[in-house]
Nanobody, 128 residues
Framework: QVQLVESGGGSVQAGDSLRLSCAAS????????MAWFRQAPGKEREFVAA????????YYADSVKGRFTISRDNAKNPVYLQMNSLKPEDTGIYYC?????????????????????WGQGTQVTVSS
């Protein structure tokens, strides 16, 4: 069983930065894809960014391109989400998710159903 634990959320001002971390508390799989999703109050959970098992491939939602960076060193290390130039619309609960399958060459945003394993979420609040 895989357990994902997020950390690094908080309350910041618009234009500030935050770095989220996601660590697996149990043994992970040698090949996996990990992603960050977020959910704002009253809205559906939406995709933010995804990364391949070795960090070599990434995919971002248009809304965060150029501002957010997802990274990892390998399949067993934490996954990070560096968030710069934060905006009030970035406010929400940020979830880490894991897919046991290898990178799937996304051409559109992954769906939440693509990821069977989820963390409990960490709150990010950006005020104007």
């Amino acid at each position: 069983q895989v357990q994902l634990v997020e950390s690094g959320g908080g309350s910041v001002q618009a234009g500030d930065s935050l770095r989220l971390s996601c660590a697996a508390s149990m043994a992970t799989f040698s090949v996996n894809t990990m992603a960050w999703f977020r959910q704002a109050p009253g809205k559906e959970r939406e995709f933010v960014a995804a990364i391949s098992w070795n960090g070599g491939r990434t995919y971002y939602a248009d809304s965060v391109k150029g501002r957010f960076t997802i990274s990892r060193d390998n399949a067993k290390n934490p996954v990070y989400l560096q968030m710069n130039s934060l905006k009030p619309e970035d406010t929400g609960i940020y979830y880490c998710a894991l897919d046991r399958r290898a990178w799937r060459d996304y051409t559109s945003n992954p769906d939440i159903t693509d990821f069977p394993y989820w963390g409990q979420g960490t709150q990010v609040t950006v005020s104007s």
